[in-house]
Nanobody, 127 residues
Framework: QVQLVESGGGLVQAGGSLRLSCTAS????????MGWFRQAPGKDREFVAA????????YYADSVKGRFTISRDNAKNTVSLQMNSLKPEDTAVYYC????????????????????WGQGTQVTVSS
């Protein structure tokens, strides 16, 4: 079992930045590929970014590529999402997720593959 707790959400003006963090506990963090997803009101949960167990591979949704950066620190059991040049359409609840993986370099973009989810943190971008 893995417990995930997100932090760092808030209200920011368009063009601003936020850094989300997700702290994991319960199992060996480096055994898990990690991802960030978001869900806006009335919409399905969508993929934002993913990172492999070692941090050597990352992948982004087209909508955030070049603006967001995912990273992880396995020594601190954390995964982060640096969000720059924020837009009103980035407004959503952001969730981190963990997927048990035997592969060091694999990344996963589908919600159905993730075993564990955090409670989410609200990000609101005003225009």
């Amino acid at each position: 079992q893995v417990q995930l707790v997100e932090s760092g959400g808030g209200l920011v003006q368009a063009g601003g930045s936020l850094r989300l963090s997700c702290t994991a506990s319960g199992r060996t963090f480096s055994n898990y590929a990690m991802g960030w997803f978001r869900q806006a009101p009335g919409k399905d949960r969508e993929f934002v970014a993913a990172i492999s167990r070692t941090g050597g591979s990352t992948y982004y949704a087209d909508s955030v590529k070049g603006r967001f950066t995912i990273s992880r620190d396995n020594a601190k059991n954390t995964v982060s999402l640096q969000m720059n040049s924020l837009k009103p359409e980035d407004t959503a609840v952001y969730y981190c997720a963990a997927r048990d993986s035997i592969y060091y370099s694999s990344i996963y973009t589908g919600t159905q593959g993730y075993n564990y989810w955090g409670q989410g943190t609200q990000v609101t971008v005003s225009s």
